[in-house]
Structures are given as C-alpha cells and as structure tokens.
C-alpha cells in the first residue's frame, strides 16, 4: 500500500462536476478579474468564519502584508510573531517593511507562547501576529489582553486554520485583521495560488480593498501606491465549490487525528494535544520523536510519506541570519523532533492503521524515542 503525504486528486474525484462547471461558467462569461464569483466567495467566506468582511486577495503572504499595510505598519515598526511557523508568515513583516520579532512556542500546543511576548515588546512593536499552527488557534484571550494592555494590534495568521475554533470563535473573527492561504494543499486549497483577508473592521476593509487593486477607490483614480494582488476569479469558483465540503472534511480530519492518537497511545512518540478551548482541525497532524531521521527514512522505504514542518527554524535561515543559535531554544529542538503524518480528509482508517502498524515496526528497534 503506498500513502501519500495530501491526495489532492481523490478530493477532486469527488467534486469533480462542481468544480468544472463553475470553471466553465468563468470561462463563458470571462470575468476573469474581481468577477461575481470573487464577491460571492467573499461574502460565504466571511460568514464561514464568522467575520463581517473578507476581500480575497493574491496569496496568504500577500493578505499578512496588506493587512499590516491597512495597519499603517512599516519601516520602523516591529511586529511580534511566532518563531515556530512557515516563513511566508515572516515574510509578509518583512515586505511591509518592518522588523519581524521572532517569539518562541509553547512546549505544548506550539503556538506562541504568550508568556513570552511582553519581554519581546519595546517602544517600536505595534503588532502581534499569533499563527494557529497545524491547524489549532493560539492562546487569544492572552494575546488579546496583552494587546489590549500595551495598545497594540493583532493579526491572526489563519493561513492553516479554515474553521479552526477558540472557545467557539472562529479563526479570522477575533483579531483586528486576519490572513488566509488558499494555497493547493491547505485545508481549503485553490488550484493555484490566492489568499484571502479577513476583518470586522469597516476602515481596515476599505483599506485593503483599494490596496489590492492598483490602489484605486475607482478606476483610474489611485488615492496611494496600491498592490495589483487579487484572488482571480477561477480560483474563486473553485473554492465556492469546495467551501460546502469544508466543515465536514475537517471533522474527517479530526476523526481520522483520534485514531492516531489512540492507536500511538502505547508507545512513547508524543500524539498533538488539543487545548480544552479549541476545535482544532489538523490542517497536520505532527508528532514527535527523538528517532525522527531514521522514521521519516524508515516510512518512506515503506511507501508511506511524511513531511516536516519546518526542518531549519526561521531564525537560522541565511534570509534571516540576523539572529543567533540558542536563541529560541524550544524551536530549535522540536525542529529535530517534529514529523508530520499523513493527514487528508480522504485518508482512511485502513491506511491509518497500516501508517501506525509500519511505525509500531520501526519502534521495535529502538528503546528511546521519547523525547
Ligand atoms: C501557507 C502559509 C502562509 C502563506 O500562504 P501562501 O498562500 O503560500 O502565500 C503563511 N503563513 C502560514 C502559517 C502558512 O502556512
């Protein structure tokens, strides 16, 4: 039996007419640019994540850099995030023009650790940009208080965590602007790049909206220097119609995430751990393990495929050399540790049991895998 990492075909399998005919009627009408699919999956998008304004822009780094632009955050400026994340999220600090300050990640849910934030604020920070990594929220009554109490602004990284839930809130409707990925393999995946921005702020809304276009309020008039970054209308028709499937497919990915913890319970690897306040929805499912090289080796030569996410922390990047070893240390470790299963709605209890029963063969061989 061979398993994939993500199967991006089988969900395509599935919804195969609805995809190709809102395609076609794209293609029939050639509203290719801010046509009325881009406006309608705004709108079932916004509700989605109960929000009252979503704008869908080029790519998940392009919606964290317009929405710090919207922010009136640049060069000079200093925005908190997590040290433990994909480095678009950084990225998208950087293209703004401010300096990203890396936070290191709680040991258990390995979000931000908000007791670590204040001793990263100084007279420069004006943000903190929390990313729901794997697919569960951050701790966001701490952040929010935090920010609450030094006047600062919060951007959610939402970019893994399409209807992930904090104490009942979705991603995307508590901060002050949130940012989606619709890259292929996300749990709401575009056949192409797009990125959606998320507010219930009615000046931040107006503000991205001109920003994504040229920087016009109308045609022609261009009140700053704007951004041509627009989800395009293909793209739009292609999420309307996997938007319905979406709740369903994460509680698949939950059911699918009880098993292998259940089924890994007996042996020393450590399962992901749910906070009591989230419904997280497994955009991965990431264990850890001190044996990770050799299982990661081990799983392959099986035909079972994993990932790692992310093996070289943002601060020991050449692109980011600015920072130092030793400076983040529980990042640092659990990169050497961190292995991600295969995780899609479409996987099956056969397959998770086959994945489970090759890594139980691999354990055989070892007496310290814990970590
Ligand atoms: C995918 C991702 C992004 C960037 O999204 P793109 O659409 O690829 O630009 C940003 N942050 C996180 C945490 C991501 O996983």
């Known amino acids: 039996m061979r398993v994939n990492f993500v199967d991006l075909k089988a969900q395509y399998n599935n919804i195969k007419d609805d995809i190709l005919e809102g395609i076609t009627k794209v293609i029939d009408n050639t509203n290719f640019i801010l046509g009325p699919q881009v406006k309608e999956f705004e709108e079932k998008f916004a509700a989605f994540?109960?929000?009252?304004?979503?704008?869908?822009?080029?790519?998940?780094?392009?919606?964290?850099?317009?929405?710090?632009?919207?922010?009136?955050?640049?060069?000079?400026?200093?925005?908190?995030?997590?040290?433990?994340?994909?480095?678009?999220?950084?990225?998208?600090?950087?293209?703004?023009?401010?300096?990203?300050?890396?936070?290191?990640?709680?040991?258990?849910t390995y979000n931000i650790d908000p007791t670590k934030i204040e001793a990263a604020i100084t007279s420069k920070t004006k943000a903190i940009m929390p990313v729901h990594l794997y697919g569960q929220m951050a701790?966001?009554?701490?952040?929010?208080?935090?920010?609450?109490?030094?006047?600062?602004?919060?951007?959610?990284?939402?970019?893994?965590?399409?209807?992930?839930?904090?104490?009942?809130?979705?991603?995307?409707?508590i901060g002050d602007i949130s940012c989606f990925s619709f890259y292929p393999g996300k749990n709401l995946g575009a056949y192409g790049d797009g990125g959606m921005v998320v507010t219930n702020d009615e000046d931040l809304y107006?503000?991205?909206?001109?920003?994504?276009?040229?920087?016009?309020?109308?045609?022609?008039h261009h009140e700053i220097k704007g951004y041509n970054s627009r989800l395009d209308s293909i793209q739009a028709a292609v999420l309307l119609a996997k938007l319905?499937?979406?709740?369903?497919?994460?509680?698949?990915?939950?059911?699918?995430?009880?098993?292998?913890?259940?089924?890994?319970?007996?042996?020393?690897?450590?399962?992901?751990v749910e906070?009591?306040?989230?419904?997280?929805?497994?955009?991965?499912?990431?264990?850890?393990?001190?044996?990770?090289?050799?299982?990661?080796?081990?799983?392959?030569?099986?035909?079972?495929?994993?990932?790692?996410?992310?093996?070289?922390?943002?601060?020991?990047?050449?692109?980011?050399k600015e920072h130092k070893k030793g400076d983040l240390p529980i990042t640092e470790k659990y990169a050497k540790e961190i292995l991600s299963l295969p995780m899609f709605p479409e996987l099956t209890e056969e397959q998770v049991i086959y994945i489970v029963g090759n890594i139980k063969e691999f354990l055989s061989n070892y007496d310290d895998v814990g970590v």
């Not at 950087?94 to 040991?107: E, F, I, K, R, T």
């Not at 059911?255 to 020393?268: F, G, Q």
């Not at 850890?288 to 943002?314: A, N, Q, V, W």
């Open 49 to 108: 994540s109960q929000a009252k304004y979503a704008l869908g822009v080029a790519s998940g780094t392009d919606a964290i850099l317009l929405s710090l632009k919207s922010l009136g955050i640049g060069p000079g400026d200093e925005v908190i995030t997590a040290a433990n994340t994909f480095i678009a999220s950084v990225l998208g600090i950087s293209y703004a023009g401010a300096v990203p300050v890396l936070v290191d990640n709680d040991p258990v």
């Open 244 to 272: 319905p499937h979406l709740d369903k497919w994460n509680d698949d990915r939950r059911v699918l995430a009880r098993l292998y913890n259940e089924l890994l319970s007996d042996t020393d690897i450590v399962v992901p």
């Open 206 to 220: 107006q503000k991205v909206k001109v920003l994504r276009d040229y920087g016009q309020s109308k045609k022609y």
């Open 139 to 173: 701790d966001m009554d701490a952040i929010m208080e935090i920010a609450k109490k030094h006047n600062l602004k919060v951007i959610e990284d939402a970019c893994q965590a399409h209807g992930s839930e904090y104490k009942g809130c979705r991603a995307g409707s």
């Open 275 to 320: 906070s009591e306040e989230c419904r997280h929805i497994y955009h991965l499912y990431v264990i850890r393990t001190k044996r990770r090289d050799e299982m990661l080796e081990f799983l392959k030569s099986k035909e079972i495929f994993c990932g790692i996410h992310y093996p070289i922390p943002i601060h020991l990047q050449n692109a980011y």
